[in-house]
């Protein structure tokens, strides 16, 4: 038969040329092979193919183009660069090269998104960026890790609850400069026969005397020395009613006499101990007896 006619590879017949098929025509079926091979792989030039069929094999099904291939041509593994992919080098580090790039997260929205050491980062980046030009210390920044809000504790930063109000806790306030200041006024209601005051009330306590009454002075490790407080004591419609109080010591060794007249029968008295604790001296003195009713 005549030389076949072919440009590419898949062309060729495999049984070609024939065994019948004159000698004289071996030269042109010797020449169309290696047209049909220059045709097939027109940009090998001089350069020999090395790669295996297996490595040429990686290619099959692969549906990218040439400029996507070439995303994976880094310089240096582990440092990222511009268009290309982003790899570890030989000890698994990442380097996001210096320079105007950014590594964004795009689905960290609290629930995905940032993961450190296997553990979701649920701060937003407003939120990360409160610290952005911070210059304490971690131990610093641990003052403001306090228990309850609104009461003092030892190095610590002090707060306020969600009322506004600061309790020291009996710690130390040292050297403030106090202005236009007041003290909580504790309304006690009717006394009865028997009252135990509490410091822990307020400073400043009003009672109505609904009868002779006893009071018992505060006490307990969390009373401290110099602790003062101030009774207000009203008569009631009756009048006529008496106080006694527990472990006081009078100005001029006598307790004093209430105001007797009812209703509008005040008296303030106002007390103070030097030591404190759980057995507490008081001194005591009359500030206003048969003060006018308001």
Not at 17 to 44: C, H, M, N, W, Y
Not at 224 to 251: C, E, N, P, Y
Request: glycine fraction near 12%; charged fraction near 15%.
């Amino acid at each position: 038969m005549g030389v076949e006619t072919a440009t590419y590879i898949s062309q060729l017949s495999a049984t070609n040329p024939l065994g019948t098929d004159p000698i004289s025509q071996g030269d042109d079926q010797i020449r169309l092979v290696k047209e049909v091979l220059q045709a097939q792989f027109t940009s090998l030039g001089a350069a020999a193919v090395t790669a295996s069929a297996a490595e040429v094999n990686l290619i099959d099904g692969y549906t990218g183009t040439t400029a996507e291939l070439n995303t994976l041509d880094v310089t240096t593994q582990g440092t990222s660069e511009v268009s290309k992919v982003l790899t570890a080098d030989a000890s698994g580090d990442v380097t996001i090269a210096d320079g105007a790039y950014d590594f964004d997260v795009a689905s960290h929205d609290g629930t995905n998104g940032l993961l450190l050491g296997g553990t979701l980062v649920t701060a937003t980046a407003t939120e990360l960026n409160l610290i952005d030009g911070y210059t304490g210390t971690t131990a610093e920044l641990n003052y403001n890790d306090v228990t309850t809000l609104g009461t003092v504790e030892v190095s610590k930063t002090v707060t306020a609850s969600a009322a506004g109000l600061v309790n020291h806790a009996d710690y130390v306030l040292s050297r403030p400069v106090v202005k236009d200041y007041a003290e909580t006024v504790y309304a006690g209601g009717d006394t009865s026969t028997a009252v135990t005051l509490d410091e822990t009330n307020g400073n400043v306590q009003t009672h109505t005397m609904t009868g002779n009454c006893t009071f018992t002075m505060p006490s307990g490790s969390g009373l401290q020395a110099g602790t003062s407080m101030t009774l207000i004591l009203t008569q009631d419609g009756t009048g006529s009613r008496t106080g006694a109080f527990t472990s006081v010591k009078w100005a001029g060794g006598s307790a004093p006499t209430l105001t007797t007249t009812a209703t509008t029968g005040i008296d303030i008295l106002t007390f103070y101990t030097f030591n404190g604790g759980a057995s507490p001296v008081w001194y005591g003195f009359a500030a206003g007896l048969a003060m006018a009713a308001p």
